[in-house]
């Protein structure tokens, strides 16, 4: 019972460090990977103009990779010269900061270079390449502390967009999901690689989705989607606590969603959204399987218990998260990804880069502004979109596309 309570007390003391970044975003989709931000007082709409632009920063490299922020420091991805690396730009002024190696080019039709975002944990960086190199450096410079492939090292199988997860670290373990024989998930002693557990009950293939840190029952757990399940384990070792089939086809994508004792899940290619609840000792009451939501890539905000994103073949879509039921939809701004600050989205087209501030409101899409993102990348591929997604903290709207890092003040005076 004591070694039980010190792993619930080590579990819950994870979150609380991640909540200690307060005003930080230190993974993807922030420090609950919720995708909300902590920012109050953001300007009820932007100018005609769009909101100022404080800084731009030319050479992040190509790729799709996403945004932390720590400690007054960005961390991305970007492919320089058939090379793919980590990066450090000051979040003050845009000037970069370092620059580690981060694995060899993932070539692709649809753009080159990584795909994920960098997760920061104290004083280190961890970031997975394209090509499922995962790198772990010291957050003021770049050192290397350590390296693990997870194709060659711990048997994974690389996909056809590459390996394009954020790794989540809970107390001193940092889990990724490698896929394969050896275990769908991996955790790996945060200080020095080791792995300390695989998922031995599941051999899925990875897919493109990052796990989340739950709490149910006083308990912590990650859960995880895959192709053809989503599922939730024990970070303590990897133990499979329970597990729900999904019919996943092409790609799946979107990270998990878990509020008040429910998980949803949702893809794109016209698979569509499933939700359970969790309930005693892990057992699962599936709620419904519907298309309301099909989200290819671009994720979905929960917000007082309505989802919001974007559905293939039907647009913006507010969804109700207890019974799937539709609230509404809106085909009025194009297909794209969507983060949600102090009561609005903002969402992104990838195609055109036009930007939106919307009310999170169940009465229908109330758009407030808009903008369009300039410059954008010359140099992105034409299959590709527009697809890191926003982040808004401290004041600052950061939008990327490719080698083009924009911040602009969203901050009322």
Same mark, same amino acid.
């Given at each position: 019972? %004591? ?100 694995? /060899? ?51 994974? /199988?690389? /996909? ?28 790996? +002693? ?5 792995? %300390? ?26 859960? /995880? ?11 303590? !070792? ?21 509020? +008040? ?87 992104? !087209? ?64």
């Amino acid at each position: 019972m %004591r070694v039980l309570n010190s792993w619930v007390s080590w579990a819950l003391g994870s979150l609380v460090a991640l909540s200690a970044f307060g005003a930080d975003w230190p993974q993807w989709r922030g420090d609950s990977r919720r995708d909300h931000s902590p920012d109050k007082g953001l300007l009820a709409q932007w100018p005609q103009e769009g909101p100022k632009q404080v800084w731009s920063f030319n050479n992040a490299g190509l790729g799709y990779a996403g945004f932390a922020i720590a400690k007054n420091s960005l961390f991305t991805m970007g492919l320089r010269d058939g090379q793919e690396f980590l990066l450090a730009v000051d979040a003050s002024t845009g000037k970069e900061l370092w620059s580690s190696p981060a694995g /060899q080019k993932y070539p692709n039709g649809w753009g080159d270079g990584p795909r994920m975002t960098p997760t920061v944990d104290g004083d280190r960086v961890f970031a997975i390449g394209g090509q499922g190199l995962m790198i772990c450096v010291e957050a003021k410079n770049g050192k290397l502390i350590w390296s693990k492939n997870l194709v060659t090292d711990l048997g994974g /199988q690389l /996909q056809d967009w590459g390996y394009t997860e954020s790794p989540l670290v809970v107390g001193d373990i940092v889990i990724c999901t490698p896929g394969g024989a050896q275990g769908t998930l991996a955790g790996l +002693d945060k200080s020095s690689g080791a792995v %300390r557990w695989r998922t031995s009950g599941l051999t899925d293939n990875a897919q493109y989705s990052s796990p989340i840190l739950i709490q149910h029952e006083g308990q912590p757990q990650v859960v /995880q989607l895959v192709m053809n399940r989503f599922f939730g384990v024990s970070p303590k !070792d990897g133990s499979v606590l329970w597990k729900k089939d999904f019919p996943g086809r092409v790609a799946v994508i979107p990270t998990p969603i878990y509020e +008040d004792g429910i998980v949803y899940v949702t893809a794109g290619y016209g698979v569509g959204c499933e939700a359970v609840r969790l309930g005693t000792n892990n057992s699962i009451a599936p709620l419904y399987s519907n298309k309301v939501m099909k989200n290819h890539h671009g994720g979905v905000v929960c917000v007082d218990g309505y989802l919001y994103g974007h559905s293939d073949g039907g647009g913006w879509v507010c969804q109700e998260l207890k019974t799937g039921k539709e609230i509404w939809s809106h085909k009025g701004f194009g297909k794209g990804s969507v983060t949600y600050a102090d009561g609005k989205l903002i969402c992104l !087209d990838e195609r055109n880069g036009d930007v939106a501030l919307v009310e999170a409101s169940t009465q229908g899409w109330k758009e407030l502004s808009r903008f369009k993102l300039a410059p954008l990348s010359s140099k992105r591929s034409s299959q590709g979109g527009i697809w890191p997604h926003p982040v808004v903290v401290n004041g600052r709207l950061y939008l990327r596309d490719q080698e083009l890092l924009h911040c602009f003040n969203v901050k009322s005076p």
